[in-house]
């Protein structure tokens, strides 16, 4: 695997590449790989000749500088599952890489940058955007793989592509689970093996939204039954249970082609998030 850090080496090397035929696939990280990463990493060499993976850990996307300093950054063992994993680049900026002092970003996305995780992490959006498209900008690749756990990024990258008429193909991924249900992530490990039993309530909950829909009941009930379940779990705050519509992310109607169950509830110290597509 060739390592790069600096945009210039990464970007000459890939377009190079690129000149010679080949279709990059991407996938951006923050790190402390886990399978959940892994498997978009699988996915991107199926559908691209080559695969860059990205770890930057994007103070711009924090809202709370507590949650920045204390995000796992395991590169060594991180390089090392990419190398196992065959990943054929890794970029791996510095922030300094990355920002110039006072840079100033805003894309107007309307109001999806503020419904469910925009609500409870006020900018978080305007930070995503801004590294994604500055990734995108030294990467330029044909396809970008980004995870469902992250379902609202997932539209709002989508919408940055679509209003910035960004040449990049998006690929959603499913979503990596633990065997009892928890839905992988990086912040797991700062669970406590209490936390750890309590976090099992929201994958509970949303499989109990998801059997409720299949059984007809009505989405009111369905929503309330779950924050119930959420709500009684001991060291557990709920933030949301929503029931969204899987297009524009307002709450869902019976005429809503798709929908989906969100979740973010904190568990211990640790925010967690999760959903499901319930049709
Ligand atoms: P992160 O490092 O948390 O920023 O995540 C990088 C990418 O991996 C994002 O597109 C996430 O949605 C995706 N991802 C994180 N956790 C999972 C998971 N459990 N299953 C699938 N993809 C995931």
Redesign the pocket.
């Known amino acids: 695997m060739k390592i790069f850090t600096t945009k210039n080496e990464v970007s000459q090397y890939l377009h190079q590449l690129k000149s010679a035929g080949k279709t990059v696939g991407f996938v951006?990280?923050?790190?402390a790989l886990h399978q959940?990463?892994l498997?978009?990493l699988a996915q991107a060499q199926q559908q691209a000749s080559v695969v860059v993976c990205s770890i930057f850990v994007n103070p711009t996307q924090f809202n709370d500088p507590k949650d920045l300093d204390k995000y796992p950054r395991p590169i060594e063992a991180d390089i090392q599952k990419l190398e196992q994993a065959g990943c054929d680049v890794l970029f791996n900026p510095a922030v300094t890489e990355m920002y110039a002092d006072n840079e100033n970003w805003h894309l107007d996305i309307g109001e999806l940058e503020h419904l469910l995780e925009g609500k409870f992490r006020p900018g978080h959006y305007q930070g995503v955007m801004q590294v994604v498209h500055k990734l995108f900008d030294i990467v330029k690749p044909d396809l970008a793989f980004?995870?469902?756990?992250?379902y609202q990024?997932v539209m709002v990258i989508s919408r940055m592509i679509s209003l910035l008429g960004l040449p990049v193909k998006l690929v959603m991924?499913?979503?990596?689970r633990e065997a009892d249900g928890l839905?992988?992530?990086?912040r797991n490990i700062h669970l406590t093996a209490d936390d750890r039993l309590h976090s099992l309530v929201l994958s509970k909950a949303l499989i109990q939204a998801k059997t409720g829909f299949d059984g007809g009941e009505a989405l009111t009930n369905i929503q309330q039954q779950a924050a119930d379940l959420i709500s009684h779990e001991p060291g557990t705050q709920l933030e949301y249970f929503e029931i969204a519509d899987g297009e524009t992310l307002r709450e869902a109607n019976s005429s809503s082609n798709s929908i989906v169950a969100l979740v973010a509830a904190r568990v211990g110290n640790t925010r967690l998030i999760d959903n499901v597509i319930i049709r």
């Open positions: 951006p990280t923050m790190g959940g990463h498997s978009l980004f995870g469902q756990k992250d990024q991924c499913p979503i990596e839905a992988m992530s990086s």
